[in-house]
Each structure stands twice: as structure tokens, then as C-alpha cells.
């Protein structure tokens, strides 16, 4: 299968601080990226769809200007928890969509996922 | 009415059973199934996908979809203490982006 990568795979920083985490896809391009975060023994909760070249869209009650969505080229897409708190400690996930042709074909791939805690 | 319904378990079973996951769904217009393993503290790997109704085989792993019934399964034959870990279904829509997960279901496979 195609291969996501997202760095770091921990983080603990300061309240007050932002944080940078990078999503790419290694062996395929990807137009859409997704941000997820998941708390402890619960399922996925999408925060946004990252899109190369254009805007994210975010999803309802997510607040934009403390998540930042960037996805400048087709195989990086980064979001950057600004002004983090300790409430925003959580497992952060991306996801690309790799899409091989055919409506019948576009799956996704996961990153190993970020745990973020914020003192 | 949550999109989508899966027993959280956990569930623990002997090593080498047959094991059976479950998910139901509410939204008829879902076409795309899959299944993912997670482990703990990492991101889920996409085990099974299937595109509408039928079974799906890939070696001890076996998908079936019941759109008339909006039911999918997970078999896993001759489980693994490799296979422990927390397997979540997901389903979406043709041409949507936004995936809907269950919540996930923790298997431990006892050696």
C-alpha cells in the first residue's frame, strides 16, 4: 500500500507555544489530505480537508485560526496548532487520499499520527 | 442516530479462533467500505476495501458488505496475538470526501 508519513510522532510543548506537524505522502501525490484527532479509546473525529492549492475546509466547530492548514505542494500538507493549550493534548492524524484511477479506486492512508501534550 | 455503529468491545478470544467484527449503518447512499487495524498509539492501517455490496478475501481476512441490510463484517480466520489491537470500520459516500468511522472495536487474541 502507499506509505504516509507524519512527523513528529510526539510532541510536548509549552502552553502559549504553536506547534508544526507534517503530513506526506512518499510514494504518490495526493490533491486532498485530511486532518483528524482522536482521544483516548475513541474513534476519529475529522477536523479538516486539506486541499492542494486552495483553502482548507474546516469542519463545524473547528477553529481555523488555531488549526492552520497548509498544503502547498501535492505531497506535504502541514497543520500547525497555534497558541496551543492544554486542552489541544490529543492524537493528531493525517490521511491522504491516493487515487489510482477510477471512482472505484481512491482509498486512504494514514500517518503514524502525532501525540500532542501541552503543559 | 450516530452514521455509524460498532461495538466497542473489548473482545478477547483463544488464539487460532475465528473472529467477527461488525459494523451497521444508517446513510443508504454509503458505497465505499473498509476496515482499518490500529494499533495503540498509531495511525490506522487499511486492511480491507470494497466498493458496494459482496465479500472480499485477502488471506485470514475475509470483508462482506449487506448494503439491503446496511451491515458489513470483518472475519479474521486462525487468529493471531498479532491481530490484538483496536479494528474500526469506515464507509463514505461516491465523490464525498468526509469518511465516517465506527468507534472502533478492541480485540486482544489471547496465546
Known amino acids: ?119 | 442516530q450516530k452514521e455509524v455503529e460498532q461495538d466497542p468491545g473489548p473482545l478477547s478470544v483463544p488464539e487460532g479462533a475465528i473472529v467477527s467484527l461488525n459494523c451497521t449503518y444508517s446513510n443508504s447512499a454509503f458505497q465505499y467500505f473498509m476496515w482499518y487495524r490500529q494499533y495503540s498509539r498509531k495511525g490506522p492501517e487499511l486492511l480491507m476495501y470494497t466498493y458496494s455490496s459482496g465479500n472480499k478475501e485477502d488471506g485470514r481476512f475475509t470483508a462482506q458488505v449487506d448494503k439491503s441490510s446496511k451491515y458489513i463484517s470483518l472475519f479474521i480466520r486462525d487468529s493471531q496475538p498479532s491481530d490484538s489491537a483496536t479494528y474500526l470500520c469506515a464507509m463514505r459516500q461516491t465523490g464525498a470526501n468526509n469518511l465516517f468511522f465506527g468507534t472502533g472495536t478492541r480485540l486482544t487474541v489471547i496465546p
Request: glycine content about 6%.
Open chain 1, 1 to 119: 500500500g502507499a506509505v504516509v508519513s507524519q512527523h513528529p510522532s510526539w510532541v510536548i510543548c509549552k502552553s502559549g507555544t504553536s506547534v508544526k506537524i507534517e503530513c506526506r505522502s512518499l510514494d504518490f501525490q495526493a490533491t486532498t489530505m485530511f486532518w483528524y484527532r482522536q482521544f483516548p479509546k475513541q474513534s476519529l473525529m475529522l477536523m479538516a480537508t486539506s486541499n492542494e492549492g486552495s483553502k482548507a475546509t474546516y469542519e463545524q466547530g473547528v477553529e481555523k485560526d488555531k488549526f492552520l492548514i497548509n498544503h502547498a505542494s501535492l505531497t506535504l500538507s502541514t497543520l500547525t496548532v497555534t497558541s496551543a493549550h492544554p486542552e489541544d493534548s490529543s492524537f493528531y492524524i493525517c490521511s491522504a487520499r491516493w487515487e489510482t484511477g477510477g471512482i472505484t479506486n481512491e482509498k486512504l492512508f494514514f500517518g503514524s499520527g502525532t501525540q500532542l501534550s501541552v503543559l
